[in-house]
């Protein structure tokens, strides 16, 4: 088993009809512990968001995950993700993510 800190900048777009678009870039520190057969993280920080119609705004977040071995070549994955809302509308934002990963190797 293995443990470390980590930083990771990671930008994340979405791009709909016509010229509409929605981007954010989380400036993130966190924590990851590898064990026999999966591992799990935890991490967070200032998140910056624009959208078409708006001006960007820069808002707080945290990601906490993991990742388990069902067999092996098949592994589940989940993320859950809390961005704390901008000081315009102090709206909250849940997200949420689950997997599987097949391997070829």
Known sequence: ???APYAVIERSSDFKRHSEFSSSMDFHVGYDHDFEKGSWFFQGGPTGTQ???TDPSFDWAIKAGGERALSRRLDL???MGLSMGN???NDAVVSTEL???YSFK
Request: net charge negative; charged share 25%.
């Open 99 to 101: 997997g599987l990963k």
């Open 87 to 89: 000081s315009e509308t």
């Open 51 to 53: 959208t078409t119609d």
């Open 1 to 3: 088993a293995t443990a």
């Open 77 to 79: 994955y989940g993320e």
